[in-house]
């Protein structure tokens, strides 16, 4: 006896309608630098974010070597896109981190925060799976800002919406916090003329702090 078609047909309509959509940039890349990757004398240490990331990735390295070998992963993928998880994994499958330090919110801008929110906890669980030995370090989202005088612009009011809703599940989490919002929000100097990456003096002062919330994790 045949099934009639259309349960069939509504299956099929629900699950494309559950299918959550991409939301992509013009532009997207994905920057991955493991150094010393043949190496197993030193504590292994992983940077996750995007181009602020990679801008302070070298200085870290400096400032750690010889207690630390430092690789990163700097994309412009945004949480709620599938694609994070997926760079963030094939990472995590071949190399042990002792330590990740990781930041994820400049990027994705047409995800809501509540988008953001919702995927946040996929990331840790990722972590979990794919890292149990790792000690975790979530870096919060520098400001945004604009103008030749480097005013905090609008877009800084999502940056700490995504700041505080990352810190909640954090500290549900029990990680630990680098604060890079507070280390530059009052230090226009900090920021580049595009306001958006970091200046000389801000990735001075970034690399000085990421390294020194990497150095109490390392054992």
């Not at 349960?7 to 629900?14: D, G, K, N, R």
């Not at 949480?79 to 400049?106: C, K, P, S, W």
């Not at 800084?156 to 990352?166: G, I, P, S, W």
Request: hydrophobic share 45%; glycine share 6%.
């Amino acid at each position: 006896m045949k099934l009639p078609w259309w349960p069939i047909l509504v299956l099929l309509t629900c699950a494309v309608q559950a299918e959550p959509a991409v939301k992509r940039e013009a532009i997207e890349w994905c920057d991955i630098w493991i150094a010393h990757a043949t190496e197993q004398t030193l504590p292994r240490v992983l940077l996750i974010g995007d181009s602020i990331t990679r801008g302070y990735s070298k200085e870290v390295e400096h400032k750690l070597e010889g207690r630390a070998y430092i690789g990163r992963l700097a994309t412009s993928k945004s949480l709620g896109d599938d694609a994070l998880l997926q760079e963030i994994a094939l990472v995590l499958r071949q190399y042990t981190f002792d330590v990740i330090h990781f930041n994820n919110g400049m990027h994705g801008w047409t995800y809501t925060e509540e988008e953001y929110g919702r995927a946040f906890p996929q990331l840790l669980a990722l972590f979990k799976q794919l890292a149990p030995q790792a000690r975790l370090i979530w870096a919060t989202t520098t400001p945004v800002r604009e103008g030749k005088e480097l005013k905090l612009a609008p877009r800084t009011e999502r940056v700490k919406a995504r700041n505080r809703l990352a810190q909640e599940l954090v500290a549900k989490a029990g990680l630990p916090v680098d604060d890079l919002f507070a280390l530059c929000v009052e230090h226009p100097e900090f920021s580049s003329s595009d306001g958006v990456h970091a200046s000389a003096l801000g990735i001075a002062a970034q690399a000085a702090q990421v390294a020194a919330a990497i150095a109490t994790q390392l054992k």
